[in-house]
């Protein structure tokens, strides 16, 4: 039995310029073709046209505008890239029916004006990827990742050495992606990088574009526009820097998550100068009830290491107590290792082995200790819930907001067997143990 494939839609290009345009052009040409489109060799038969312009010389200006006049009267669904995208503003004062205006080197982008203008019918047989690219995570929740690298050069720690500095992503690219995950399925986001707050640095906070307003490149921006996409969003990687105070109002607005996960690493001033981490552990402490203030249900989960070359036993003592006071709702320790190429490793003064196993244990204890009493707390009340696991005896597993996959706790239900996967519940909490809490769906 034969199958009809559906007709993808064709592309049209003017390309003008110089070689390099020329470049750009077969690029964009070739990541269409890859995605499925077809060419189309005149104005008549194309579903959209693409001109790459040139803005060199004022000569070069006239022709790439003329070039533009010429689609839109022809065709009429003209997306408009290369060198006067820097003159957007222009361009569609001049030609208000333009689909888009996008600028040179900016692939991304004008291959998603062209989906977004000329969708591919969808096909089993042609689309073997999905839109939102292929996950190794279920399908409710999503890494979504917004920088590569990082800035800092903490001394036990190779990332910068192996990933360098900071490259951080545009954030229109970002939010496509995040929408393009949740119309796959997607109900929770987890924003990660190696720094999420330093996000944007490298590229100036430059804003760009999104569904017709501004977005900047900026921890803040991009997290209240991801809030507005409706999924659930967990901010990840955090560094302590001043701006992150801006966020916590969007998570008491219930756009985003009232969760950070913040690696402290320590808290005694003598460690994190050693570690080359920012030493302003009490403003912390002080920021930390801030937080609590503005956004009462907020959980923070962070990790730190014991043992670190140089920890004396008054700088364990000073972390044990700064923990006693943070009251963190999730903690995770390690006890230090030197990896391969880490400055940390020349430091003086390593701490014995048995001595790190001793200040673990205390740490543990005490961080177990913590959770348990911020979980008993939560017994009587009615938490959201998302549904990771549904087994065959009525059970169910899930996580609250408090919760990230893999490295949080769970809640266990009963009489959940018609709940599905990625359904977001109401629970009422009838138990809690150390790090999990236990329920009932309400409904
Ligand atoms: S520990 Fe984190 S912040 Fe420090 S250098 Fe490594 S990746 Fe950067």
């Known amino acids: 039995m034969a199958t009809t494939l559906p007709s993808p839609p064709k592309i ?11 470049v750009d052009s077969e690029r964009i040409l070739t990541k269409l073709r890859s995605d499925g489109y077809a060419m189309s060799p005149d104005y008549a038969g194309a579903d959209v046209v693409l001109v790459n312009t040139c803005g060199f010389l004022d000569s070069a200006k006239e022709e790439s505008l003329e070039a533009i006049g010429e689609a839109i009267a022809e065709n009429g669904r003209v997306i408009v890239t290369g060198c006067m995208g820097k003159e957007a503003e222009m361009i569609r004062a001049k030609f208000p029916g333009i689909l888009a205006v996008t600028g040179a080197h900016q692939y991304e982008e004008v291959v998603g004006a062209v989906h977004t203008a000329a969708p591919m019918p969808p096909s089993a047989f042609l689309n073997l990827v999905p839109e939102s690219g292929l996950k190794l995570t279920p399908r409710h929740y999503s890494y979504l990742k917004i920088s590569e690298g990082c800035n800092h050069r ?10 360098g500095d900071l490259v951080s992503r545009r954030p229109d690219a970002i939010l496509r992606e995040a929408e393009k995950l949740i119309e796959a399925g997607t109900r929770e986001l987890l924003v990660i990088s190696q720094d999420t707050s330093a996000y944007g640095v490298d590229i100036r906070h430059q ?9 900047r490149a900026h921890m803040t921006d991009l997290s209240r526009e991801l809030g507005k996409l409706g999924a659930w969003v967990r901010l990840h990687y955090v560094y302590p ?22 690696p402290f690493q320590h808290a005694s001033r003598n460690v994190l100068k050693l570690m080359k981490r920012p030493a302003n552990e009490t403003k912390v402490l002080e920021r930390i009830k801030n937080w609590r203030t503005i956004a009462p249900d907020i959980a923070i989960r962070s990790t730190f290491v014991v043992g670190f070359p140089g920890e004396t036993e008054d700088d364990f003592a000073y972390l044990m107590d700064w923990l006693e006071e943070a009251q963190l709702d999730r903690v995770g320790a390690f006890r230090f290792e030197p990896v391969e190429g880490a400055a940390a490793n020349d430091l003086p003064n390593p701490v014995p082995e048995e001595i790190k196993e001793e200040r673990y244990a205390r740490l543990m204890e005490l961080t177990a200790r913590i959770s348990a009493d911020k979980l008993q707390a939560k017994v009587g009340r009615t938490l959201d819930v998302i549904i990771d696991a549904v087994d065959d005896e009525g059970g ?6 408090a ?5 949080d706790g769970e809640v266990f239900l009963r009489d959940a067997g018609h709940l599905s996967v990625g359904d977001i519940v109401a629970v009422a909490i009838e138990d809690a143990d150390e790090h999990d809490l236990y329920g009932v769906p309400t409904v």
């Open 12 to 22: 049209g290009m003017v390309s003008l310029g110089c070689p390099k345009n020329l």
């Open 154 to 163: 903490c001394a036990f720690c190779i990332i910068p050495s192996l990933r």
């Open 207 to 215: 804003p760009r574009m999104w569904h017709g307003q501004e977005v």
């Open 241 to 262: 820097y001043p701006h992150v105070d801006q966020v916590i109002p969007l998570m008491a607005e219930g756009l985003i998550l009232p969760y950070l996960d913040i």
């Open 396 to 401: 169910a597993t899930g996580r609250s907001k």
């Open 403 to 407: 919760d990230a996959p893999e490295i």
